[in-house]
């Protein structure tokens, strides 16, 4: 996911398998839209997903996490999570 060619700050997906993910950019958007409400939203979606209004008791597995929203909605309506994120990370190399 890159910000798309206008400079706004939705995300888009990498227009190449090659490219790699923006994930500090995509992070620092990511955290500034991060509230309450947000993460209520969450939770209410995952409720109507599993028809359950909470997850006590339960595990939670997120493959893919991504933000690690739901996994966090999970935890916040009781469930034991384990969450994981299977895109490889690129980061620069480092300057000499």
Known sequence: MNTNDSGDNRLVPSRSPDSPFAFGKNWARFLATLNDDRIRSAEESLRNLIRKD???????????????????????????????????????????
């Open 54 to 96: 909470s997850l006590d008791g339960c595990s939670f597995l997120d493959a893919g996490s991504g933000s690690g929203l739901f996994s966090l909605a999970a935890y916040r309506l009781g469930a034991d999570v384990t969450s994981f994120e299977s895109m490889p990370i690129r980061s620069p190399a480092p300057k000499r």
